[in-house]
């Protein structure tokens, strides 16, 4: 076998001419095990296992295999490429050969039986494609004494527009995220007693009717985006006890089932998107009650690690949103001293949160916020007893939280939010 890689042909018609010397490109391999033909192309999917990779038993000069990272996850489950008896660059087939790197692909050509297979390039695809930013908001539901489903969009420059009567179940104590790039969803809540249902919203804001929600009824829970297109919901009460289950939402908006979950039993946290394609929690009030500082990173496969002891002010019902590409804001809520309080937290790009930063505006409780702008975010509504408020403040892209601006649309608090839309 030659394994040339040679141009298709038009024919005079307009058809492709089949190409007896190319490359025959096969099926996404997903297997922990696969055996690989010369003239054949591969691209293997490492996304929830590693793969060994059989070469051929015998070879001839010029035989030629292709194999691609298909999903960019070779860094986090290898490629082990099994000899299967031939030389691999000189080396007998008892040495190990593996490829660590996301986005590699590598081309091996048959030299000999002295050489063997020889990787004619073992290239790295470093342009990983990125998501646009999201640019547009969608505050919906809380409470103002009464639970309400009403909705207020806000657009790419951080102006909230007026209500806009919801859909869904009227319900505070509500999660929400993005996913899918440009769209968001609200889960859980509070109608009187937990509830799991949840409603998707389209990336032009418009929110859907009630889903049956999948998992364990709970509110004050808490959602984030993670691995670039998906979301997952953590944590909550779920009427009788604090709990820390997860449910990993997909890119179409569907909520997977309960998965037991790592770190302290808490609800009343807040959590968002950081470092690109990973999730932070942090903070929140644990089963005896008490306002803790403690964060659990969650990676790019959706697995909530450990506890790690906080920074900053310990603090339950604040709101987090993600700024700046790939930091993240903590911010206001109720804690140290029993107290209202309107301080910060910055998160760098490596999850590490950072000390208290003096908060600027109205100290409150109860609030959200949400990423806008591309590379900006906002925290808007909550409460300041006994008051219901409306009240915005505005974060720039390096993190600095701006005064206050007189809210627009129903003063409220225990609501959800979150970004939708690559157009601004």
């Known amino acids: 076998m030659s394994g040339t890689i040679v141009d298709n042909i038009l024919r005079q018609s307009g058809s492709i001419a089949a190409t007896p010397a190319g490359l025959s490109w096969q099926d996404v391999v997903t297997a922990s095990t696969v055996t690989v033909e010369a003239g054949k192309g591969y691209w293997i999917n490492t996304t929830s296992n590693a793969c060994t990779i059989t070469l051929p038993a015998s070879a001839e000069a010029g035989d030629n295999i292709v194999i691609v990272d298909y999903a960019r996850t070779w860094g986090t489950n290898a490629v082990t ?22 986005g590699q692909s590598v081309n091996l050509v048959y030299s000999d039986s002295t050489k063997g297979w020889i990787p004619l390039e073992d290239d790295v695809v470093a342009d990983e494609p990125v998501k646009p930013p999201t640019q547009r908001a969608v505050f919906a539901f809380g409470t103002t004494g009464s639970v309400t489903n009403v909705k207020n969009l806000a657009g790419s420059n951080g102006v909230i527009a007026a209500d806009v009567t919801g859909v869904g179940t009227s319900r505070s104590a509500i999660a929400a995220t993005t996913y899918g790039g440009d769209k968001a969803i609200f889960a859980y809540g509070d109608t009187g007693s937990p509830v799991s249902m949840s409603n998707l919203v389209t990336n032009v804001g418009v929110i859907g009717t009630d889903v049956t929600g999948v998992g364990t009824d709970r509110y004050y829970a808490e959602a984030a985006t993670y691995g670039v297109d998906l979301a997952l919901v953590a944590f909550g009460h779920d009427g009788t006890n604090k709990i820390s289950i997860k449910n990993l939402i997909t890119n179409q908006g ?90 910060t937290n910055l998160v760098n790009s490596s999850g590490v949160i950072a000390a208290d930063v003096s908060g600027v505006g109205t100290a409150r409780e109860k609030l959200k916020a949400a990423s806008y702008g591309g590379d900006k975010a906002m925290f808007a509504y909550g409460f300041a007893n006994p008051s219901y408020l409306a009240t915005k403040n505005l974060v720039n892209n390096s993190g600095v939280v701006a005064a206050d601006v007189s809210g627009v649309g129903t003063a409220r608090r225990d609501l959800g939010a979150a970004g939708y839309s690559f157009s601004a």
Do not use: C, P, W
């Open 81 to 102: 490429l099994d000899s299967n008896g031939l030389n691999f660059q000189g080396e007998d087939d008892s040495y190990t050969v593996e490829y660590t790197t996301d």
């Open 254 to 343: 569907v909520i997977g089932s309960d998965v037991t979950g790592v770190g302290t039993i808490r609800h009343r946290l807040a959590a968002a998107g950081y470092g690109t394609d990973k999730a932070v929690y942090a903070y929140g009030m644990n089963a005896s009650d008490n306002y803790v500082s403690i964060k659990n990173l969650v990676n790019n496969v959706g697995v909530v690690a450990s506890d790690v002891t906080g920074v900053g002010t310990v603090r339950n019902v604040l709101a987090a949103a993600g700024y700046g590409g790939d930091k993240a804001i903590f911010g206001y809520g109720f804690g140290s001293g029993n107290a209202l309080t309107a301080v």
